[in-house]
């Protein structure tokens, strides 16, 4: 379909989004703001699972997409990339499990799964966009 080759794109920007939101909820629960937690944490959500059937249907369509880099980098990038899937599918339990106890209204289990949710979503994100911009930009095949 035409739309497959700006799917990356939309995906880096998807990541970024989530990332954005992530910290915006962050600083709204510092400042006791849980209405406005509540709601970035929701859109996160959406950004996430908007992101992640995205990504399947590229990937179903496309296949894997080669990293071109040579030399220093490619270390670099796959010690990237390791971690950020490693860590990713981790998040496709603990972000259930996290938001599991919000509903529930069990705010100490919350904020203690929180606590580690969050730096690892938001490191899973990050690197998404990192991944993104070397294999689409600076290391093309």
């Known amino acids: 379909m035409a739309m497959i080759p700006y799917l990356p794109t939309f995906q880096a920007i998807l990541n970024f989004i989530a990332a954005t939101i992530l910290s915006t909820g962050y600083f709204f629960i510092r400042r006791n ?8 944490m929701i859109l996160a959500l959406i950004t996430s699972g908007i992101f992640l059937v995205s990504y399947f249907y590229y990937h179903w369509t496309v296949g894997n997409v080669p990293f071109a880099g040579q030399g220093m ?5 796959f010690t990237i990339l390791f971690t950020h899937i490693v860590l990713a599918l981790s998040m496709l339990a603990l972000i259930p499990i996290t938001v599991s106890f919000a509903i529930k209204g069990d705010n100490v289990m919350h904020k203690k799964y929180a606590r580690l949710a969050l730096p690892v979503w938001l490191y899973v994100s990050v690197t998404g966009v990192i991944i993104y911009m070397l294999v689409f930009h600076f290391y093309t095949a």
């Open 33 to 40: 703001n849980q209405a406005a937690h509540r709601k970035c």
């Open 73 to 77: 980098i490619r270390p670099i990038y």
